[in-house]
């Protein structure tokens, strides 16, 4: 992966983005789906004025797709969805820290070592960022599944799958409602954190609460359980005072009875601005005919991500954790 190709991808989304913003009367992120969905059509929209197409033919002239990377082009898109999130005051609108999706990637990689064919599935996967990221990781055949209630971080979702090439199929929908979907192999998501407004729907989820609103990141993780296979895999990004909070002893029995817990790894504090935003990655195993829980489970508190020294010793311990407790 060349750093200049991301650069020079990235200022041509930029160029066609803010191109559209202005002529269309945009918001910019909105301007950033149709650029890129316009770069892998080839070509303008046909409701666009006859000015705009004019300059974006012009400008998808000196561009060629095929020439960049899957990874090239996830950060190209990454660093223009970024721009148009700035200062972007919805919770939803925030993207996962590049390291750490690759951090995921690898810890991907080592819950399921073979090369067989995986389902994945991202129920809050915003602008399939994070499962892109971890697609371009596995060297196997993939099929993806993203989910998300946010209609422009679908359409950004959708348009970032298309020019990486990565086969995803994606729901618009609250994705606490029920899925048309089989059960997959791993289910992956940086959770959103906060109170989930339906009552009525959160009827439907042993962990609702008793009374008031239910914490949406507690459904979500329900309803990941009943999304994968026995046995299956899910890793999610999750506040640090998951196990803390008022509605977590139910969450802990829930827990203990469906799952076994493989690991907590807390993210670097430098990650968040405040101590109470702080998240870690929780992986979990559905209880199945023949799983068996960990021997211990894998906690840590990882390094700041750019202390290579400290991360080669980590990565170094978590990689002898999962030779004893979840050899391949």
């Known amino acids: 992966m060349q750093q200049k190709n991301v650069e020079e991808l990235y200022e041509w989304i930029d160029e066609?983005?803010?191109?559209?913003?202005y002529q269309e009367n945009a918001t910019y992120l909105e301007a950033v789906a149709d650029a890129m969905d316009i770069l892998f059509h080839r070509t303008p929209f046909e409701d666009m004025s006859d000015l705009l197409k004019q300059q974006l033919e012009k400008h998808l002239k000196e561009v060629s797709i095929e020439k960049y990377e899957k990874e090239e082009i996830r950060k190209a898109t990454q660093l223009a969805i970024l721009k148009g999130m700035k200062g972007a005051t919805q919770q939803q609108h925030l993207i996962t820290p590049d390291s750490v999706a690759m951090f995921m990637g690898y810890l991907t990689q080592r819950l399921f070592p073979g090369n067989e064919a995986l389902a994945l599935f991202d129920p809050a996967c915003g602008t399939a960022n994070l499962l892109t990221?971890?697609?371009?990781?596995?060297?196997?055949e993939v099929k993806s599944y993203?989910?998300?209630?946010?209609?422009?971080?679908?359409?950004?979702?959708?348009?970032?799958?298309?020019?990486?090439?990565?086969?995803?199929?994606?729901?618009h929908q609250d994705s606490l409602r029920p899925f048309l979907m089989e059960p997959v192999d791993f289910i992956l998501s940086d959770l959103p954190v906060g109170y989930y407004p339906d009552d009525i729907q959160a009827e439907r989820f042993t962990l609702k609460a008793e009374e008031g609103h239910s914490y949406s990141h507690h459904l979500f993780i329900e309803q990941g359980l009943n999304y994968v296979k026995d046995g299956g895999f899910l890793m999610f990004i999750v506040p640090n005072f998951l196990f803390e909070s008022d509605q977590s002893s139910q969450l802990n029995t829930y827990l203990r009875e469906k799952a076994h817990i493989f690991g907590m790894l807390q993210l670097p504090e430098s990650f968040f601005k405040e101590e109470k935003h702080g998240?870690?990655?929780?992986?979990?195993?559905?209880?199945?005919?023949?799983?068996?829980?960990?021997?211990?489970?894998?906690?840590?508190?990882?390094?700041?991500?750019?202390?290579?020294?400290?991360?080669?010793?980590?990565?170094?311990?978590?990689?002898?954790?999962?030779?004893?407790?979840?050899?391949?």
């Open 279 to 328: 998240k870690s990655i929780l992986i979990l195993q559905k209880k199945g005919k023949q799983t068996n829980a960990p021997k211990e489970a894998l906690l840590a508190k990882l390094p700041s991500f750019k202390n290579h020294h400290a991360m080669a010793d980590i990565i170094g311990q978590i990689d002898q954790w999962f030779t004893k407790n979840h050899p391949s």
């Open 133 to 140: 990221a971890v697609m371009n990781q596995l060297d196997r």
């Open 16 to 21: 066609a983005a803010t191109t559209i913003e």
């Open 146 to 171: 993203g989910s998300d209630v946010d209609e422009t971080l679908m359409k950004l979702a959708l348009a970032n799958a298309n020019l990486q090439k990565n086969e995803i199929e994606f729901f």
